[in-house]
């Protein structure tokens, strides 16, 4: 410091910097007080956090009351500078049902509760319809066996013969509000499948084939306004069977297609419409398979035809769906 001094190069003394020093903090506590509260809260739990939020509340308060922060990231902004955006912003209400535009809205709808880590209620399941095509037998006996005598009613509605892609039979979009309008059942399963594949109308009018995109598509909107009639506004629940693998491999591109559009059409309600993949369990891997090992030893769980479950395979559907009703009834 000597030769600062011979030199005459040392113009401020040492109150000089702890002056200057305190001017600094006061001016960083105006103009970015928050940021010190919000790295306080930031901070695990102990005496750090508790001595820096001891300084970050107060001078946060103060900040948040000023207008030195807000001058603070404008002036410093070009350091940084935002790219030119274009499009749209966010919507300030979307829409609030979801469908109907290229870009949907997201509804709570979309989210399971046990998803969110929230509590998912139960109660009482007092009404339960059981349907689909032949796929839905013996499945809806075994249901009917098993829940009847506690207290639930079973109602059986198969529909051999039908599907969602042909309404020569039945039209399904009808049925199913039929079904909701007489009965109400406060829960659905459906297990449909075996009979689709034909050619649908397309938004064009002309007819589209199986299997592509486009005829998933049209399928999945099908399927979406038969769910949506079951769920009943969301009081009740649906639990929508996939397909397993047929034995028949010109069968598969039918099955993909089918049990893509089931996941596709029930995205919107996933709190209400339970997905029960019993293609994963019966035919793991999209292969085949006549037997499966049930209790310790193999057990022929398929119907010679290769497409419908036998009474053994529908015991272990019905496990599948007695568990996805669990999660939100009591019986």
């Known amino acids: 410091m000597e030769r600062f001094d011979r030199q005459r190069l040392r113009r401020f003394t040492a109150r000089d910097a702890v002056m ?27 005496i750090g956090r508790d001595v820096v939020l001891a300084v970050g509340k ?13 001058l603070s990231h404008t002036l410093t902004g070009w350091l940084s500078p935002d790219k030119r955006l274009v499009g749209a912003g966010f919507a300030a209400a979307p829409p609030s049902r979801a469908g109907g535009g290229a870009s949907a809205a997201v509804t709570p709808d979309w989210f399971e509760a046990a998803a969110l880590g929230e509590p998912q209620p139960r109660r009482r399941l007092h009404t339960l319809l059981v349907t689909g095509d032949s796929l839905s037998t013996p499945l809806d006996l075994e249901l009917g066996q098993r829940l009847a005598p506690d207290g639930v009613e ?19 979009a009808k049925l199913s509000a039929t079904q909701v309008a007489e009965d109400h059942p406060e829960a659905v399963v459906i297990f449909i499948g075996a009979n689709e594949g034909l050619p649908m109308p397309g938004p064009g009018g002309e007819d589209v084939s199986c299997c592509g995109p486009d005829w998933a598509a049209i399928w999945a909107n099908r399927a979406r306004q038969l769910m949506d009639n079951y769920r009943q506004d969301g009081t009740a629940k649906v639990y929508w069977l996939t397909v397993p693998t047929a034995r028949d491999p010109d069968r598969k ?50 119907e010679a035809d290769g497409i419908h479950l036998n009474g053994a395979g529908s015991s272990l559907a019905a496990d599948a769906v007695e568990e996805a009703l669990d999660r939100d009834f009591t019986h």
């Open 253 to 302: 591109p039918i099955t993909d297609a089918v049990n893509a559009a089931v996941l596709a059409a029930a995205a919107p309600w996933r709190s209400q419409v339970r997905v029960v993949d019993t293609a994963a369990i019966f035919t793991p891997g999209d292969r085949f398979r006549n037997a499966m090992e049930v209790d310790g030893s193999q057990e022929i769980v398929r």
């Open 58 to 70: 107060p001078t946060g308060w103060i900040a948040d009351r000023l207008p030195f922060s807000d």
């Open 154 to 172: 079973v109602i059986r509605d198969p529909h051999l013969a039908t599907g969602i892609s042909r309404d020569d039979v039945v039209d399904w």
């Open 20 to 46: 200057a020093t305190a001017l600094i903090a006061v001016l960083l506590l105006l103009f970015a007080g928050g940021s010190v509260r919000r790295a306080g809260e930031e901070l695990n739990p102990g």
